[in-house]
């Protein structure tokens, strides 16, 4: 399993951003780049749901409900992924988990606590 640290979350107001940070700093380079990453969120009582994921060669997929107001994004170097959350609403308030995708197995990170409101 890839051990995967998260942060970033916190109270924001509607509109503002957050930039979340999924880091997979003892994963080796050829590990890291060779993952799938995505975000999925998940308010109480609700199902997780899938928000945005990235390959391994870049390429993106977004969640109907934050296309072109999410990006999701991966750091080689640093061995990180992310997720800036741009004009967020109060329906994006859930808790936020990292998962990674690495030869056929799965792994998630902690989750973070994302809450818009005014």
């Known amino acids: 399993q890839v051990h995967l640290v998260e942060s970033g979350g916190g109270l924001v107001q509607p509109g503002g951003s957050l930039r979340l940070s999924c880091a997979a700093s003892r994963a080796i380079l050829s590990t890291f780049t060779a993952l799938t990453m995505a975000w999925y969120r998940q308010a109480p009582g609700l199902q997780r749901e899938l928000v945005a994921q990235i390959t391994p060669h870049g390429t993106t997929t977004y969640a109907d409900s934050v296309k072109g107001r999410f990006t999701i994004s991966k750091n080689n170097a640093k061995r990180t992924g992310y997720l800036q959350m741009d004009s967020l609403k109060p329906e994006d308030t859930a808790v936020y988990y990292c998962?990674?995708?690495?030869?056929?197995?799965?792994?998630w990170g902690q989750g973070t606590q994302v809450t818009v409101s005014s």
């Open positions: 998962n990674v995708l690495f030869q056929g197995s799965s792994s």
